[in-house]
């Protein structure tokens, strides 16, 4: 069996996607030959639904990433278990950023659910960029409501999306 790690999947609900999750993405990226994007139908997390549609975060995902020079990474919107998709399309492994320690009981305790369910698929994190340890989606998406600035936030192309909602 060929246990080496050459395809990643970065998953998320990317509501919308900001410059941490782009970071996280890039820095994979320079580990792996072959980088994924997976977005979620909805996150378990809140079960409180998504601002944005399915249709248009991975949109937003795609464009950031060609904004980016990121233009080999593929991008799938998907449903259901993770560890499930990871398998589908051949990938061995899950990247995620990490922010503070409240990022890391969430991380834990889904990287031991998914070890159960595929104990093939590994689970890897790397430390957030201190630049972007502030950033998450909910903050992005509740200052942009308020009409404040959110562009050292997100990349320039979710500007529009986050300004007509
Ligand atoms: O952007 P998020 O909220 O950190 O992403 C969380 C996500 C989508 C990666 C996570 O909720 C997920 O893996 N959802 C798919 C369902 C699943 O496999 N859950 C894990 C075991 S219960």
Do not use: W
């Not at 278990?81 to 503070?100: C, E, M, P, Y």
């Not at 159960?116 to 590994?122: A, F, G, S, T, V």
């Amino acid at each position: 069996m060929n246990t080496e790690i050459s395809h990643v999947v970065v998953p998320g609900t990317f509501d919308p996607i900001t410059l941490g999750h782009l970071d996280v993405i890039r820095r994979a990226r320079k580990m792996f030959p072959q980088v994924s994007v997976a977005v979620a139908l909805s996150a378990r997390k809140n079960e409180t639904g998504t601002t944005f549609s399915l249709e248009n975060r991975v949109e937003m995902v795609r464009a950031s990433l060609d904004e980016a020079h990121l233009s080999d990474v593929n991008v799938y919107p998907f449903e259901g278990l993770l560890v499930q998709f990871v398998k589908s399309i051949g990938a061995q492994a899950v990247v995620k950023g990490l922010r503070a320690m409240t990022d890391f009981e969430y991380e834990l305790q889904q990287s031991d659910l998914n070890t159960r369910m595929n104990p093939d698929i590994e689970s890897i994190y790397v430390m957030s960029n201190p630049k972007y340890g502030f950033i998450s989606s909910s903050v992005v998406r509740e200052i942009a409501s308020m009409g404040a600035d959110v562009s050292m936030m997100v990349p320039s192309c979710v500007l529009q999306h986050l300004y007509n909602k």
